[in-house]
C-alpha cells in the first residue's frame, strides 16, 4: 500500500518514518536509503538521518545480515542464494561471509530436508527425475557438492 508523502521533508519527519519502517523488520543502511528516498526525503536528510540511526544503534547491518540469514535458512534457502540476496541489498561481502559462518547451518542437512520436503522421501528414479530436483535445489541456492549428496541414495535415510 502506497503512502501519501509526509507533509513535511525535515529531519525529524525522516526520523520518525524511519524508525516506523525498523519498528516493523530489521533493514540495511541501503535499503533503509532507498525506502527513505523513495518517499521524497531529500538525499542530504537521509543521509543524517541514516547515520544518527546507526550510532544510536537502532539501525545495524550485522544485526539486519544475522536475521536475514536466519530468516532464509528457514524458508530452506542455501547459502550461494542467500550471499546473492544480501549483495542485492547492500551488504558487503565480508560481513556476508561472517554471518553465514555465524549461522552455524548443516547446510547438507537443510539440502536433504529441502529436497525431501518438496519431492517425498523416496530418492529420485530415473536422470529425468534427478535432474529436475538438482535444478530445484541450485534455485534454492545449495552448490553442487550439496546438492549431489542430497540426491544420493543412502544420504536420505537417516
Same mark, same amino acid.
Given at each position: 500500500?502506497?503512502? #501519501?508523502?509526509? &507533509?513535511?521533508?525535515? &529531519? %525529524?519527519?525522516?526520523?520518525?518514518?524511519?524508525?516506523?519502517?525498523?519498528?516493523?523488520?530489521?533493514?540495511?543502511? @541501503? &535499503?533503509?536509503?532507498?525506502?527513505?528516498?523513495?518517499?521524497? $526525503? %531529500?538525499?542530504?536528510?537521509?543521509?543524517?538521518?541514516?547515520?544518527?540511526? &546507526?550510532?544510536? !544503534?537502532?539501525?545495524?547491518?550485522?544485526?539486519?545480515? +544475522?536475521? $536475514?540469514?536466519?530468516?532464509?535458512?528457514?524458508?530452506?534457502?542455501? %547459502?550461494?542464494?542467500? @550471499?546473492?540476496?544480501?549483495?542485492?541489498?547492500?551488504?558487503? *561481502?565480508?560481513?556476508?561471509?561472517?554471518?553465514?559462518?555465524?549461522?552455524?547451518?548443516?547446510?547438507?542437512?537443510?539440502?536433504?530436508?529441502?529436497?525431501?520436503?518438496?519431492?517425498?522421501?523416496? %530418492?529420485?528414479?530415473?536422470?529425468? +527425475? @534427478?535432474?529436475?530436483?538438482?535444478?530445484?535445489? +541450485?534455485?534454492?541456492?545449495? #552448490?553442487? *557438492?550439496?546438492?549431489?549428496?542430497?540426491? +544420493?541414495?543412502? !544420504?536420505?535415510?537417516?
Amino acid at each position: 500500500m502506497r503512502r #501519501s508523502k509526509p &507533509e513535511a521533508l525535515d &529531519e %525529524p519527519a525522516c526520523t520518525q518514518v524511519a524508525l516506523a519502517l525498523l519498528a516493523r523488520r530489521e533493514h540495511g543502511r @541501503r &535499503e533503509l536509503t532507498r525506502k527513505l528516498d523513495a518517499r521524497g $526525503f %531529500p538525499a542530504e536528510v537521509v543521509a543524517a538521518v541514516v547515520a544518527a540511526l &546507526e550510532s544510536s !544503534g537502532a539501525l545495524a547491518e550485522a544485526r539486519f545480515t +544475522e536475521t $536475514f540469514v536466519r530468516s532464509r535458512v528457514g524458508k530452506g534457502r542455501g %547459502p550461494q542464494r542467500i @550471499r546473492s540476496e544480501l549483495a542485492q541489498r547492500g551488504v558487503a *561481502d565480508a560481513d556476508v561471509a561472517t554471518a553465514l559462518g555465524d549461522a552455524d547451518v548443516d547446510w547438507l542437512a537443510t539440502a536433504r530436508a529441502v529436497r525431501r520436503k518438496r519431492f517425498g522421501a523416496d %530418492p529420485p528414479s530415473d536422470f529425468r +527425475e @534427478r535432474a529436475r530436483q538438482a535444478r530445484f535445489l +541450485e534455485y534454492r541456492g545449495f #552448490s553442487r *557438492d550439496q546438492i549431489r549428496a542430497a540426491l +544420493e541414495l543412502d !544420504g536420505d535415510s537417516d
